[in-house]
């Protein structure tokens, strides 16, 4: 018990910063101590990263890629404590000491939230429902995190389980498969970070390897602006992770083999197969 009082004790103020308090607070009432025990050594990173710029900026880069981390053992956390309502993810969630796997999971929930206006719910699209002046946000609400629907004059329409829908990017509304969507993902990095998602997840482990090794040619130094780097990169990140978080946390999906979370878990291994950092779907036991 005093382990568990002592690890509370964290300060989350910057993390609030990011993520807004009312979603601070939810995940740290709702989370297993697993999970919290997770979130909260990532904002503790976040914190000494913030004091250490313009001090010793490349071990705050480190302190911010191990923030981004913990965040993805934290969801991988809460995956495993609710397997039974999901699909199969024992293949990526038993690789999570390898940081390609964890430094590949942001990209791939970035291109997913990109594409969250395209999701399929209650007959509409969300992107339907914004051109008949429709707002779609996600928001803690009564201990939930809820898909609302709100008019122009800020009035709820109508609240709901994030989980209970599913990106459709065909006009009709039908399903998307894993491959569809890895397309998608790969003209998404292309289009962003103007390189291959391969380079891209590569290039994320070997800035991590550069700052913490020397090689041959020597060693890294001064990667780039800590700020620049700060806002622009690792604030997107924790919003989206802290918002993947507090959805798994509240809501379960209706069926395991359907909807926003079946159709991201697929994305997700398709793309780990893609770069053999795990087997493929009916491959056998995954690649070491």
Known sequence: ???????????????????GADLVDLILKKAPTKVASRVLKAADHINKALK????????????LLAAEEEFVIAIFEQLK???KQLPEQRDFIKRFRDHQVKLSFPVVLAHFA?????IYVHGVTLNDARKIGLKASLVPHKDRMVLRLSDDTGKTILDTNPLASEIALAVDGSSVNAETLFADLLDFVQD???MSLGTLISTRVDFRNKLLYADDSGFFDEPQDFSFAYNRHVVPTVQYMLNALAILLT???????WGVVSQFIALYQRALSEYKLIKPKGAGTDAM
Do not use: C, S, W
């Open 251 to 257: 809501n379960a999906p209706l069926n395991k083999d």
């Open 52 to 63: 250490l710029k313009g001090i010793d900026e490349e071990m705050g880069f480190i302190r």
């Open 81 to 83: 404590l609710n397997e």
């Open 1 to 19: 018990m005093k382990k568990k009082a002592k690890m509370y004790q964290t300060d989350v103020t910057y993390l609030k910063n990011i993520g």
């Open 192 to 194: 962003r970070a103007k």
């Open 114 to 118: 990109h594409r969250l206006m395209d």
